[in-house]
């Protein structure tokens, strides 16, 4: 076990998945029937870091619920309230009284890294740069914090630039020593009113100290966006192992990758993976298409479902077109009512009752 600490941030409203978020918060949000918070905390216990601090704000009491101490999940959590968004580099001086001295990184809770980040964090510890930041190719390099780099060190961050010099984007992964509160301290806000984490790191680049970059090869995604979440779901469950613990009946059939919970029930359906539903589901008369999850104690009958994320307790009867790229929300019920529609595509927050003429 390596001497690093992290900080997880998993505050912020998640304004880009509403009205999913308005009653619950994104980083608890399932992908391939797993929320995104749980991999950023399994990426972190794999890298050999144990002591997590979680900042939280309005959606605290959901995070602590669902990672309580962190004993589950082999790691101790630690948890920092921060009273209002006010930005990443806010969130770090926050953290200030949980890292002290150590050196630490910095996970954003609704980021996914396909590889993990065991060899950066290495690599970090090896070399003990006062920063160190990862970054991926993107087509999309306005979209971003843009790195532009001298050999092996960061020159210059700039935010969503109009006419990028590179294409390599900031990852949500940051890696500090302690003059990164300096930093934090001697920054304004932006014009959103905000500390942000690149003015920060930009500082550090601007008095002299060390800040390097390792560039991710593989996967990564910020689940921010619904298309960015069908995308991370679609990427997980194509890496899945088929287990089958639920029970199918005779008259239905699965092809490809497909996960099935306990106490789940497939009457007369197609599962067409890869796919995973969830615990005490149950599938009467449906079809179930490739990169779908259906999360724990749903039921779906008469329907099709392709491409789609649907939460928990959630219910769909009898919608006569298939329901693609797709995300449903809690306690959600989707019925058709006289007339078929010939195509539904949702965004549907918690407790929604939809009813198609």
Partial sequence: MIDTKAVILSGGKGTRL???THTGAKQLVPVANKPILFYGI???????ITDIGIVVGDTAAEIEAAVGDG?????????????????????VKIARDFVGTDRFIVYLGDNLIIEGIKQFVEQFESLSPNSQILLAHVPNPQDFGVAELRGERVARLVEKPKEPKTDLALVGVYMFDESIFEAA???KPSWRDELEITDAIQYLIEHDFDVRFRIIEGWWKDTGKLEDMLEANRMILERIEPSIDGDIDSTSKTDGKVVIGRGARIENSILR???IIGENTRIVNSYIGPFTSIYYDCEITGSEIEHSIILERSKIVDVGA???????????VIEKHAQRPKACSFMVGDYSHIVLD
């Fill in 42 to 48: 399994d990426a972190i216990r794999d890298a050999g």
């Fill in 18 to 20: 509403r009205p999913i």
């Fill in 273 to 275: 993976g890869p796919l």
């Fill in 185 to 187: 301290d001697r920054i």
């Fill in 71 to 91: 004993s589950e999940f082999g790691v101790k959590a630690t948890y920092i309230r921060q009273e209002a968004p006010l930005g990443l580099a806010h969130a």
């Fill in 322 to 332: 298939r329901i693609e790229s797709s995300l449903v929300g809690k306690n959600v």
